[in-house]
């Protein structure tokens, strides 16, 4: 069969045992694409492509059923070029952390050699970057899902201006101004905007995760070029923004992009940024409303009922209708601006990768029957799929 390869062909051009691929045939990781009535397997190259991932995957420690959930479904090229770019960041990220090890070792065994007094905390360090297993998996897995809500929003979103460039024009910073983000992410506020940003600004970008930070950097150097050596806008550190560690009164602007609404002491969390704002200080924090990608919610629930694409439903906990009342208690003014926007999909991939990248127990419910399920999107996007987006910043200005 031309294009066709045995399972023992397979195995053999991959590296690994025939065992190994009727393992992941049997765990439903790595299917083949044609069974012959005799029962005999065969692969294709796109198999190929999906057995590297597998591999990846299973090097920076997730499990067979993480890798399960994660590689599920038909890689269109762009999930292949997402996919692909993340595995980038993390062996940069690999390779940053191994170099730091290589350091620590290197200080340690000069230290002995010279017998100087140990620093036991650089032990300490080695433990910590030797450790980062757990990192890696949450990194990866915090990019892929970022990933699949901005290339939704990007490609089929009817307001062609775009989320960052409007929150950026929202946010209308002065020359000189000192400008705080918690929860930065990807960085994508910075990076759409960069052209646009005043000459004498400094910008601390903050998130949680220290890799997100990482690939943030990484990006943004590419733009900034020598200037990122000697003289960048940006610094960056990783804190819980319920405790900033910064001085009070220390900042012009203060930007939360979609992500109160992910704090669970919200109350200590504003009083915060209160806090480091300078007197009249602006914080530009976004939310959803409760319609916000209602009609993805009832997609799922019309395949199936128990399908819950969120545990908990965020906008209750801070969104456009209940934000105002709980900003003006630590704010002077509060003023809410809507994003007009919406969306028309007219391809499976993307949205049901939205799906899968979503916080609930879809996976339980689709994994197992994705043809069905992508058969089911399919007939339903198939005279284009109209997305109620219902999304908005606040600006307050402080006391």
Same mark, same amino acid.
């Given at each position: 069969?031309?294009?066709?390869?045995?399972? &023992?062909?397979?195995?053999?051009?991959?590296?690994?045992?025939?065992? %190994?691929?009727?393992?992941?045939?049997?765990? /439903?990781?790595?299917?083949?694409?044609?069974?012959?009535?005799?029962?005999?397997?065969?692969?294709?190259?796109?198999?190929?492509?999906?057995?590297?991932?597998?591999?990846?995957?299973?090097?920076?420690?997730?499990?067979?059923?993480?890798?399960?959930?994660?590689? @599920?479904?038909?890689?269109?090229?762009?999930?292949? +070029?997402?996919?692909?770019?993340?595995?980038?960041?993390?062996?940069?990220?690999?390779?940053?952390?191994?170099?730091?090890?290589?350091?620590?070792?290197?200080?340690? %065994?000069?230290?002995?050699?010279?017998?100087?007094?140990?620093?036991?905390?650089?032990?300490?360090?080695?433990?910590? =970057? %030797?450790?980062?297993?757990?990192?890696?998996?949450?990194?990866?897995? /915090?990019?892929?899902?970022?990933?699949?809500?901005?290339?939704?929003?990007?490609?089929?979103?009817?307001?062609?201006?775009?989320?960052?460039?409007?929150?950026?024009?929202?946010?209308?910073?002065?020359?000189?101004?000192?400008?705080?983000?918690?929860?930065?992410?990807?960085?994508?506020?910075?990076?759409?905007?960069?052209?646009?940003?005043?000459?004498?600004?400094?910008?601390?970008?903050?998130?949680?995760?220290?890799?997100?930070?990482?690939?943030?950097?990484?990006?943004?150097?590419? =733009?900034?070029?020598?200037?990122?050596?000697?003289?960048?806008?940006?610094?960056?550190?990783?804190?819980?923004?319920?405790?900033?560690?910064?001085?009070?009164?220390?900042?012009?602007?203060?930007?939360?992009?979609?992500?109160?609404?992910?704090?669970?002491?919200?109350?200590?969390?504003?009083?915060?940024?209160? +806090?480091?704002?300078?007197?009249?200080?602006?914080?530009?924090?976004?939310?959803?409303?409760?319609?916000?990608?209602?009609?993805?919610?009832?997609?799922?629930?019309?395949?199936?009922?128990?399908?819950?694409?969120?545990?908990?439903?965020?906008?209750?906990?801070?969104?456009?209708?209940? &934000?105002?009342?709980?900003?003006?208690?630590?704010?002077?003014?509060?003023?809410?601006?809507?994003?007009?926007?919406?969306?028309?999909?007219?391809?499976?991939?993307?949205?049901?990768?939205?799906?899968?990248?979503?916080?609930?127990?879809?996976?339980?419910?689709?994994?197992?029957?994705?043809?069905?399920?992508?058969?089911?999107?399919?007939?339903?996007?198939?005279? &284009?799929?109209?997305?109620?987006?219902?999304?908005? @910043?606040?600006?307050?200005?402080?006391?």
């Amino acid at each position: 069969m031309n294009g066709y390869y045995t399972s &023992g062909q397979f195995a053999k051009m991959a590296h690994i045992s025939v065992r %190994t691929v009727r393992y992941y045939d049997k765990q /439903n990781i790595l299917k083949p694409s044609f069974v012959k009535d005799s029962g005999a397997r065969y692969y294709t190259d796109e198999d190929f492509v999906r057995l590297q991932q597998i591999l990846l995957l299973k090097y920076l420690g997730f499990s067979l059923e993480e890798i399960r959930n994660m590689t @599920v479904g038909e890689l269109d090229k762009q999930m292949l +070029r997402n996919s692909l770019r993340i595995q980038q960041k993390l062996v940069k990220d690999q390779i940053e952390q191994m170099q730091m090890v290589v350091q620590a070792i290197e200080d340690t %065994t000069m230290a002995l050699d010279e017998n100087q007094v140990i620093d036991w905390s650089q032990m300490m360090n080695l433990i910590h =970057l %030797t450790g980062m297993e757990n990192s890696l998996k949450t990194q990866y897995q /915090n990019a892929s899902n970022i990933d699949a809500r901005i290339r939704l929003h990007q490609d089929y979103s009817t307001n062609l201006q775009g989320w960052f460039p409007w929150v950026f024009e929202q946010c209308d910073f002065p020359d000189g101004s000192k400008i705080l983000e918690v929860g930065c992410g990807n960085g994508a506020m910075w990076l759409e905007n960069y052209s646009r940003i005043p000459e004498n600004t400094r910008i601390v970008l903050s998130d949680i995760s220290d890799g997100m930070l990482r690939d943030t950097r990484r990006e943004l150097e590419k =733009l900034e070029g020598e200037s990122a050596l000697h003289d960048s806008k940006f610094q960056y550190q990783a804190f819980d923004c319920q405790e900033i560690p910064y001085e009070d009164a220390c900042f012009d602007y203060v930007v939360a992009n979609h992500v109160l609404f992910y704090c669970e002491d919200l109350e200590k969390t504003i009083t915060e940024i209160s +806090r480091v704002l300078k007197p009249n200080g602006i914080l530009i924090c976004s939310g959803y409303g409760s319609n916000h990608m209602k009609e993805i919610t009832d997609l799922v629930q019309g395949f199936n009922s128990s399908i819950s694409l969120s545990a908990d439903k965020l906008y209750e906990h801070f969104g456009l209708d209940n &934000g105002k009342d709980l900003l003006v208690e630590y704010f002077d003014s509060v003023v809410c601006r809507m994003y007009e926007d919406s969306l028309i999909v007219d391809e499976p991939e993307p949205l049901i990768e939205y799906i899968l990248s979503c916080h609930g127990n879809q996976n339980q419910y689709i994994v197992n029957r994705y043809k069905d399920f992508r058969s089911f999107v399919e007939k339903k996007i198939k005279k &284009g799929f109209h997305i109620t987006k219902e999304a908005g @910043v606040f600006i307050c200005k402080k006391k």
